[in-house]
T-cell receptor, first 112, second 111 residues
Framework: DSGVTQTPKHLITATGQRVTLRCSPR?????VYWYQQSLDQGLQFLIQ???????AKGNILERFSAQQFPDLHSELNLSSLELGDSALYFC???????????FGEGSRLTVL | SQQGEEDPQALSIQEGENATMNCSYK?????LQWYRQNSGRGLVHLIL?????REKHSGRLRVTLDTSKKSSSLLITASRAADTASYFC???????????FGTGTRLTIIP
């Protein structure tokens, strides 16, 4: 158990819909990262937060947004969903801005 | 785009043999990390090697880093069935900012 909690574990929805994925980092970890893993794109970095502030942005679509709240949990919002958004979405956390990442078990999104 | 690429993409060996996988990356790095992923599960950190280090050991794992060639290798000695997983290298220009993962090596240990 990494200590990172992601909900929901599985989510099935239709094209055009909006979903919110939630992540609770390990106790004391200030950095939160979001990754998307699909068969054709591999593991893609989406966005990183540190202590509530956005630190780095990767290949995150404009239809996607994220935030980190004062209690350090984070949410990833995916809107106007397309079939290609079907993937495993991972959240990870780390104590600071360097060092090992601790990954959650992921949220598997299926868009039909 | 992927920062790193692992080689080979897939590797099957007999239990007890050593497994070597390689990672090549494109830009300057602060450190390089290796992770393991069991099918459909979250990634697990294995080892971190800093840019000023050339070799690091952790249990049955040995990692080397050649910054002049922008490459790293992960050696797993005396493999076990439980080592069956995908292995990824991860690099970033500074710490974990924009930490990007390679394409992964799928390792299968045959009992």
């Amino acid at each position: 158990d990494s200590g990172v909690t992601q909900t929901p574990k599985h989510l099935i929805t239709a094209t055009g819909q909006r979903v919110t994925l939630r992540c609770s980092p390990r106790s004391g970890d200030l950095s939160v990262y979001w990754y998307q893993q699909s068969l054709d794109q591999g593991l893609q970095f989406l966005i990183q937060y540190y202590n509530g502030e956005e630190r780095a942005k990767g290949n995150i679509l404009e239809r996607f947004s994220a935030q980190q709240f004062p209690d350090l949990h984070s949410e990833l919002n995916l809107s106007s969903l397309e079939l290609g958004d079907s993937a495993l979405y991972f959240c990870a956390s780390s104590r600071g801005r360097t060092g090992e990442l601790f990954f959650g078990e992921g949220s598997r999104l299926t868009v039909l | 785009s992927q920062q790193g690429e692992e080689d080979p993409q897939a590797l099957s060996i007999q239990e007890g043999e050593n497994a070597t996988m390689n990672c090549s990356y494109k830009t300057s790095i602060n450190n390089l990390q290796w992770y393991r992923q069991n099918s459909g599960r979250g990634l697990v950190h294995l080892i971190l090697i800093r840019s000023n280090e050339r070799e690091k050991h952790s249990g049955r794992l040995r990692v080397t880093l050649d910054t002049s060639k922008k490459s790293s290798s992960l050696l797993i000695t005396a493999s076990r069935a439980a080592d069956t997983a995908s292995y990824f290298c991860a690099t970033g220009p500074f710490g974990n900012e924009k930490l990007t993962f390679g394409t992964g090596t799928r390792l299968t240990i045959i009992p």
